[in-house]
């Protein structure tokens, strides 16, 4: 069992930035890829980054590249996720997810993935 809660969230000016948290509780936390998932009002699910569970490996969706840089922190039991230069477009409920079936390869299908944050809203105003 995996308790996930997301932190962070808010309401940001068009490039400007926040970071997220996602704090972990139960199984052996480096054993497992933890990433987040995104869903915008009227849209589906999308996966946003991942990383393994050593951390030496990530993994993102092309729309943030370069923006947004997942890290964590093994000791603490905590994901970060660092979001630059924010646009409208990023506007969402953003969810932690654990795939505690893998430790390296990180799959961008939420159907992979066992346990599921509640979410924290990030509000991009233009």
């Known amino acids: 069992q995996v308790l996930l809660v997301e932190s962070g969230g808010g309401l940001v000016q068009a490039g400007g930035s926040l970071r997220l948290s996602c704090a972990a509780s139960?199984?052996?936390?480096?054993?497992?890829?933890i990433a987040w998932f995104r869903q915008a009002p009227g849209k589906e699910r999308e996966f946003v980054a991942g990383?393994?569970?050593?951390?030496?490996?990530?993994n993102y969706a092309d729309s943030v590249k370069g923006r947004f840089t997942i890290s964590r922190d093994n000791a603490k039991k905590t994901v970060h996720l660092q979001m630059n230069s924010l646009q409208s477009e990023d506007t969402a409920l953003y969810y932690c997810?654990?795939?505690?079936?893998?430790?390296?390869?990180?799959?961008?299908?939420?159907?992979?993935?066992?346990?599921w944050g509640q979410g924290t809203q990030v509000t991009v105003s233009s």
């Open positions: 139960g199984r052996t936390f480096s054993s497992y890829v």
């Open positions: 990383i393994s569970g050593s951390g030496r490996s990530t």
């Open positions: 997810a654990a795939n505690v079936r893998n430790t390296v390869r990180i799959v961008p299908t939420d159907l992979e993935y066992q346990y």
